[in-house]
T-cell receptor, first 113, second 109 residues
Framework: DGGITQSPKYLFRKEGQNVTLSCEQNLNHDAMYWYRQDPGQGLRLIYYSQIVNDFQKGDIAEGYSVSREKKESFPLTVTSAQKNPTAFYLC????????????FGNGTRLTVT | GQNIDQPTEMTATEGAIVQINCTYQTSGFNGLFWYQQHAGEAPTFLSYNVLDGLEEKGRFSSFLSRSKGYSYLLLKELQMKDSASYLCASLDSNYQLIWGAGTKLIIKP
């Protein structure tokens, strides 16, 4: 079955450490996205990529970095520069058409203490 | 500014009908999405409306009025498994999604 896999589901880190969240899809989708979900707020876009080796900043890119070396993979690194990294992170993909629906992974809950 | 408003929480009874409203103010408009999200899980796509009117998909229907900046999701014959958050998202003129905070729907027996 095709889908998006995020790992791990729960992640704990100490303040000051960088951490990388994994996102893999086998849907053959061109576009991939990273969102952050906080209680009481709508999803906020961190980074997105429409094609391999290219990506753009979203609304809240500061303190985050990404790479897109393969079509299937879009890892997100949360750096020590991110002021409030504790959140639920969702990866998504789409076929790339501007109004195509997003397919989401099950998310990674990151806790930084 | 761009804004999506939807109720924070709603309660309904198993077997009943519930309507979840969403109002949007975005720079341009290229359609409106509804997603369902169970706690701690992935949002899943329910519907996309770009033209005025009602679209029905089984027990779920979605309505759009572009002139009023308004949409609703109608859930019929509610089941316990429908307990979830329902996310409304508008596609603006740049084809960027603007998300509401979601409506938590609680179904009681």
């Amino acid at each position: 079955d095709g889908g998006i896999t995020q790992s791990p589901k729960y992640l704990f880190r100490k303040e000051g450490q960088n951490v990388t969240l994994s996102c893999e899809q086998n849907l053959n989708h061109d576009a991939m996205y990273w969102y952050r979900q906080d209680p009481g707020q709508g999803l906020r876009l961190i980074y997105y990529s429409q094609i391999v080796n290219d990506f753009q900043k979203g609304d809240i890119a500061e303190g985050y970095s990404v790479s897109r070396e393969k079509k299937e993979s879009f890892p997100l690194t949360v750096t020590s520069a991110q002021k409030n990294p504790t959140a639920f992170y969702l990866c998504a993909s789409s076929i790339g058409a501007e109004n195509s629906p997003l397919h989401f992974g099950n998310g990674t809950r990151l806790t930084v203490t | 500014g761009q804004n999506i408003d939807q109720p924070t929480e709603m309660t309904a009874t198993e077997g009943a009908i519930v309507q979840i409203n969403c109002t949007y103010q975005t720079s341009g408009f290229n359609g409106l999405f509804w997603y369902q999200q169970h706690a701690g899980e992935a949002p899943t796509f329910l519907s996309y409306n770009v033209l005025d009117g009602l679209e029905e998909k089984g027990r779920f229907s979605s309505f759009l009025s572009r002139s009023k900046g308004y949409s609703y999701l109608l859930l019929k014959e509610l089941q316990m498994k429908d307990s979830a958050s329902y996310l409304c998202a508008s596609l603006d003129s740049n084809y960027q999604l603007i998300w509401g905070a979601g409506t938590k729907l609680i179904i009681k027996p």
